[in-house]
């Protein structure tokens, strides 16, 4: 609630506006109204069985392999990790969740101590699952999605069928939600330790977060991802809530006459007349787009093997690039360069628009693979972060990490599975 809404009558302190006390009851109605149906929405029918046993299935599912983790509620170690690439999976099973998700179960009952220890007749009467998969496509309100990359023509993914599934070790599945991927990216730095695994690209900033405030995730990998965390301010002990977007689809800005050059350049390799995503520059395949730009403007420079090696790599391009980088004035570093100055202007962007004092976390396989062109005041992308001009003050006020865990995601799938175990 805004501090303008707690005014007093004529500004002298004694009763109070009426205008804000209608504000307040109405705002405090929306708010028991969206919990209210928040909990239609997203609570299975299926209830928790207070005499069986019950554990946690953390689902990542990529387009290339689907990772799952089995963990007992409130605790963050896993029993079990296991990763399965969906194309060598879907080739015979009927669905996603028989494709994967049965031969994990499978899995748990052969490795898993007290589940060995059971036996599969013991497991099906005494065990109860609840799960979420982070899936890499839009969720909808029916709990399901499509994901344009599972399989050769994109896969269906539905988890209501998962809950209604009886066949063997899926019956023990009671609720099964799903979420967008990045979700479970925005969920996963609430899971971080902040001494291990992040890298401060500010000083001070663990001191500086505010942890009323909200928290901001850009993520790039294959992709770029934007998302962002609130609480209410009227039930700040509910914790954060977190919101995809399509922020990487935001138009990418070229801040010097080369990357004009190479705006155009991307205009006309994807037929687009008045704009670029920014995604196309910064993730895995824009990194590739940019080192193709380089080629071709600069041919003297290109490194022949590397370049057959690029040619040759597929949908690895972008991987190809980055361990190539590190060769002083190589095009494949100016790539890097170039994709890793896009990356903190957009970071910086992003920080402009939710001033997330809360903490801004840059996640992704492509913070940690390179994070000498992120971190320091003088590299590409916080130079480029910091560049803001009449706002650099407020840029330079918040808390800034990169992330270097590439497990955010499932362990934020963790996390949305453990609230919707307690919510239950």
């Known amino acids: 609630m805004s501090h303008s809404s707690w005014c007093t009558a004529g500004g002298s302190g004694k009763g109070v506006c009426p205008f804000s006390v209608a504000l307040f009851a109405g705002s405090a109605f929306s708010y028991l109204n969206y919990v209210r149906l928040r909990s239609k929405s997203t609570v299975s029918k299926c209830s928790i069985d207070e005499h069986k046993q019950t554990y946690i299935i953390a689902g990542d599912i990529g387009g290339t392999n689907s990772r799952f983790a089995l ?9 079990l990790v296991h990763i399965y690439p969906n194309e060598e999976a879907l080739k015979t099973a009927p669905t996603y969740h028989h494709a994967t998700l049965m031969p994990f179960l499978k899995k748990c009952l052969a490795e898993v101590d007290e589940w060995k220890a059971l036996g599969e007749k013991e497991v099906l009467s005494q065990i109860q699952i609840v799960g979420c998969l982070a899936t890499a496509g839009p969720v909808t309100t029916n709990n399901d999605v ?6 050769e023509n994109g896969g269906s993914i539905d988890g209501n069928e998962i809950e209604q599934c009886q066949d063997g070790l899926l019956s023990l599945v009671v609720r099964c939600k799903l979420v967008n991927d990045f979700v479970g990216q925005g969920y996963g730095v609430l899971d971080l330790d902040l ?11 663990k001191e500086k977060m505010n942890d009323l405030a909200p928290i901001c995730c850009v993520g790039a990998g294959t992709g770029l991802g934007e998302c962002f965390l609130t609480k209410s301010s009227l039930a700040t002990k509910l914790g954060y809530e977190c919101y995809p977007s399509e922020g990487g689809h935001a138009d990418y800005v070229p801040r010097g ?3 004009v050059e190479l705006l155009d350049y991307l205009k006309r390799k994807f037929s687009s007349e008045n704009r670029i995503s920014v995604e196309r520059v910064v993730s895995g395949r824009g990194l ?6 380089l080629a071709q403007k600069f041919p003297a420079r290109v490194d022949k093997s590397v370049h057959e090696e690029f040619l040759n790599a597929g949908d690895q391009q972008g991987r190809v690039i980055g361990v190539n980088s590190g060769t002083e004035g190589s095009l494949t570093q100016q790539a890097v360069q170039i994709m890793c100055a896009a990356y903190g202007s957009e970071v910086g962007n992003a920080a ?3 001033i997330p004092t809360g903490g801004m976390f840059v996640t992704g396989g492509l913070a940690p693979k390179n994070i000498g062109m992120i971190q320091g005041e003088d590299s590409p992308f916080m130079k480029a972060y910091l560049d803001k001009g009449r706002m650099n003050g407020l840029i330079e006020s918040i808390p800034i990490f990169a992330v270097m865990n590439e497990d955010v995601g499932l362990r934020g799938a963790r996390v949305c599975a453990e609230r919707e175990y307690n919510a239950m």
């Open 71 to 79: 963990h007992r509620p409130g605790q963050k170690d896993p029993l």
């Open 146 to 151: 499509f994901m344009v990359n599972l399989g």
């Open 195 to 205: 001494d291990k695994e992040v890298i401060e690209l500010l000083p001070g900033s």
């Open 257 to 259: 006459p080369l990357e």
């Open 288 to 293: 590739a787009n940019v080192y193709e730009f």
């Open 352 to 354: 402009l628009k939710f």
